[in-house]
C-alpha cells in the first residue's frame, strides 16, 4: 500500500529535482501541472517554464522527467522532443513497434516498483538522461513485459481487473481495472467509452470515501485495502 510523504532530491549544479510519492504531475513554483482530462500533456502546459527547482511524480515517467529537465534546463536528447515520443502517454498504438523509448523502460521503468525501491533507478535514468544528451546509446526494442502472459483477477461492474505485475494489460487493451504496486488505474482506450470510466470512479469513490485524479479515459485510485476488498481482490 502506499506510504505518503516520501521524498528524496537530485541535485546537478544549482539545480534541484524533488521526487515526492504525494505527487501527480510536477509542481513549480507551488502550480500543479498534470495531464488532465482535457488530453493536453504536462509537456506541452509547462513549455515556457524555466526554474532552479522542480517538484515531480516519483517515477521514471518521461511525461514528468522530459518536461523537469527542460525547466530546469538541463540538456538531455532531442529524441524525447519528437511528437510521437511526447504524445505516446496517450497513444498505446506507439508501442505496438520497437521504439527507444522502450528501450529506456526496459532499463528503467519504476512501474512495477513500490515507491521506497524507487529511488536508485530514478537517479540512474537522471545520470543517463542528463549524461547522453548528444547521442542516446539505444537501439529500437518493443517492451520486454508485453512478452509476459496478462494475469486476469476477475471483474467489477463489467470491468476485467488485472494484476499489472504481471505482463503489460495496461498496452494490450488498456481497458480494465489494473492493480499496480501503489495505484489502482480504471481506462479505456476509446473516447467514446470514457464516460463510463468516470461513472465508475464516483461509483468507487462513494463506495470507499477515496479521492482519484482524472486523466483522459482513465483515473487513478491509491491503492488501499478497502478498495481491493471492494473490487474482490485478494491480498497476501
Known amino acids: 500500500m502506499i506510504k505518503y510523504g ?36 504536462i509537456y506541452d502546459k509547462t513549455r515556457e517554464l524555466w526554474a532552479d527547482e522542480v517538484e515531480l511524480q516519483m517515477s521514471t515517467n518521461t511525461s514528468t522527467l522530459i518536461p523537469g529537465l527542460r525547466i530546469l534546463g538541463i540538456p538531455y536528447n532531442s529524441y524525447f522532443d519528437e511528437r510521437s515520443v511526447v504524445e505516446s ?6 508501442y505496438w513497434d520497437a521504439s527507444k523509448l522502450a528501450a ?31 547521442s542516446l546509446p539505444l537501439q529500437g526494442e ?11 483477477l476477475g471483474f467489477y461492474q463489467g470491468f476485467p481487473i488485472f494484476d499489472s505485475s504481471v505482463g503489460f494489460a495496461k498496452l494490450q487493451s488498456r481497458l480494465g481495472i489494473h492493480i499496480d504496486p501503489e495505484e489502482v488505474m480504471v481506462s479505456t482506450p476509446l473516447d467514446r467509452y470514457e464516460s463510463d470510466v468516470y461513472e465508475l470512479a464516483e461509483l468507487l469513490r462513494e463506495k470507499t470515501g477515496l479521492s ?19 473490487l474482490g481482490v485478494k491480498t497476501t
Open 104 to 134: 529506456f523502460y526496459n532499463r528503467f521503468s519504476t512501474d512495477e516498483l513500490a515507491y521506497q525501491d524507487r529511488e536508485p533507478v530514478i537517479r540512474q535514468a537522471i545520470d543517463f538522461l542528463s549524461s547522453n544528451n548528444d
Open 89 to 94: 502517454q496517450n497513444d498505446i498504438t506507439f
Open 142 to 152: 518493443f517492451l520486454t513485459q508485453v512478452l509476459v502472459p496478462c494475469k486476469l
Open 212 to 230: 482519484y485524479s482524472k486523466k483522459k479515459n482513465r483515473v487513478n485510485f491509491p491503492k488501499s485495502l478497502i478498495l481491493l476488498e471492494l
Open 6 to 41: 516520501m521524498q528524496f532530491e537530485i541535485e546537478q549544479d544549482t539545480k534541484r529535482l524533488v521526487f515526492d510519492s504525494d505527487l501527480h504531475g510536477v509542481r513549480v513554483n507551488g502550480v500543479e501541472y498534470v495531464s488532465g482530462k482535457d488530453g493536453v500533456l
